[in-house]
């Protein structure tokens, strides 16, 4: 299987696709035939964790060699649960908790494995330049990347996150980050406001002549990388797997996922999985009041401009969902000229349309709704009291979306909600939801939440506290490509 750009005929192999990360022109890899083919879904149901990741790895990324010891060396000892991400029934659904990594994120499950993948790329094709990754952060992936990559040797990575847009777990988790070869800088702006402006010094630096000579090359920790997209994959599998040993369903019957979504990365690698033969019968798009996704999938009408809301899950405050791409991309049916045509629009118009026969495509698995915040701060509450489960803001969108799509269906398909955090990564919003006071800093309110609900805190939490703020920087978008280029020293 190779990989090709959605935006032109540009072709490389898998290897190559994780080492540059995004395409020439711009585009996102995306598999040139069917991803289906050649692969048995059911031999890797009923497989443990890692032997899945195995499997669904190779097949996706083909060219690289021994992906059994990458796995071992991405995940053993590094997740709280033997089978990293475990399911758990919450009332009337199952909750697949993907908070169980170093940072607490559901990003750890695809970036514990991409420094493998970038290392192994590496060696296997010679290539003796320093990687450096460049990434915009919503607020997990930054942490979670440079979990991944600090000290990784022949890498060095460059986090940009919107200054006030995160929690302050989330700053501090990044603030306090160890490590030689990283750095951590705020924007002022939001998110989407960061992650263009990075894009743009991206591709900028990325022509420039003085980067090869100074023996670097840059890549990407998003989820536009193709090895940030496939380890997500697995985890699909491993929930149908386990819903098969529960014994609530039997082989080749239908699920249903729901998916608090933001740059649309989560929720294309559950149609990856469709596609590669597991049974999903809907994917379910969850939003927070940021609905763009919510409105194009229901209209056909992608259209960002329109008011941006901070809300208590930020890493869903996105209005440029560049995962969407690929699925725009596959849905045309591999038209690089009609996704070229959006992808202009979109940045020069801010709004595109999608027939309404590539909308009926989409619409044969994904389905949308949206939640407002005061609805996802009651159902933390609700389903705290009504459940005994504590979740998260983002994890709520997602269990509220759950609760209307079941309304809708009326039917016995089981609905998996991804879990994607720790509640503990945001104390604040948490704390209101379940009746505690809410005063003192967040570490404070850790401390209560834990007292009030005996969840445990994750240690990876627990000891930020007491770890010292190391980096302080905070620029405009307009610098972000000199800021780069010092680090670079070029
Ligand atoms: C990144 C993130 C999401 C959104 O995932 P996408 O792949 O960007 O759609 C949802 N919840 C949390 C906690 C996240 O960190």
């Not at 192999?13 to 995306?30: E, H, Q, T």
């Amino acid at each position: 299987m190779d990989y090709r750009s959605t935006r032109s005929e540009f072709r490389c192999n898998s290897l190559d696709a994780v080492l540059r990360g995004i395409a020439p022109d711009g585009g996102l890899f995306v598999s040139d035939s069917d991803i289906g083919k050649g692969f048995d879904w059911k031999a890797v149901i009923g497989l443990d964790t890692l032997g899945m990741a195995e499997k669904i790895l190779s097949h996706l990324l083909p060219d690289f060699k021994d992906m059994k010891d990458l796995v071992n060396k991405a995940y053993e000892g590094k997740f709280e649960t033997k089978d990293l991400t475990p399911v758990v029934k919450v009332g009337d659904k199952y909750v697949l908790e993907l908070f169980r990594g170093p940072t607490s994120a559901f990003k750890d499950v695809a970036l514990s494995m991409l420094p493998q993948l970038i290392i192994a790329a590496k060696k296997q094709t010679g290539d003796d330049k320093e990687t450096v990754i460049l990434t915009a952060t919503s607020g997990d992936t930054g942490k979670a990347a440079m979990e991944g990559f600090h000290d990784v040797p022949g890498t060095r990575i460059i986090v940009f996150y919107p200054d006030g847009g995160v929690s302050p777990i989330q700053r501090a988790q990044m603030a306090t980050q160890e490590g030689a070869n990283v750095k951590v800088c705020a924007v002022r702006g939001n998110f989407d406001d960061c992650q263009t402006a990075v894009k743009v010094a991206f591709s900028k630096i990325n022509s420039m002549k003085e980067l090869s000579q100074a023996k670097k090359a840059l890549s990407s920790a998003n989820s536009i990388n193709i090895g940030r997209l496939a380890p997500q994959v697995v985890y699909y599998f491993k929930a149908y797997s386990d819903l098969v040993s529960m014994g609530r369903i039997k082989m080749e019957d239908k699920v249903d996922y729901v998916v608090p979504s933001g740059n649309f990365g989560d929720i294309l690698a559950g149609y990856f999985a469709k596609l590669m033969g597991l049974p999903v019968r809907n994917l379910v798009c969850a939003s927070n009041e940021n609905k763009v996704l919510t409105d194009f999938i229901r209209t056909g009408v992608y259209d960002k401009r329109r008011p941006f809301y901070r809300t208590s899950s930020p890493s869903m405050d996105i209005l440029v969902s560049s995962n969407l791409e690929r699925l725009l991309f596959l849905a045309s049916g591999c038209n690089a000229s009609v996704v070229s045509k959006w992808m202009s629009d979109l940045s020069s118009e801010g709004i595109f349309t999608v027939d309404e026969k590539y909308m009926a495509k989409i619409r044969e698995t994904f389905l949308s709704y949206s939640c407002t915040e005061k609805e996802t701060i009651r159902t933390i509450g609700d389903v705290y009291k009504k459940d005994n489960y504590l979740c998260d803001p983002h994890t709520a969108v997602g269990m509220k979306v759950a609760d209307d799509y079941r309304k809708d269906k009326k039917d016995d398909v089981p609905t998996v909600v991804l879990s994607t955090a720790s509640p503990y990564k945001f104390p604040t919003p948490v704390s209101e939801a379940i009746g505690l006071e809410v005063k003192g800093s967040e570490f404070e309110q850790i401390k209560a939440i834990n007292l009030k609900t005996g969840v445990p805190v994750p240690k990876n939490l627990s000891s930020l506290e007491s770890k010292k703020s190391v980096h302080n920087d905070v620029i405009d978008r307009e610098n972000i490509l000199k800021y780069v280029l010092s680090v670079l020293g070029i």
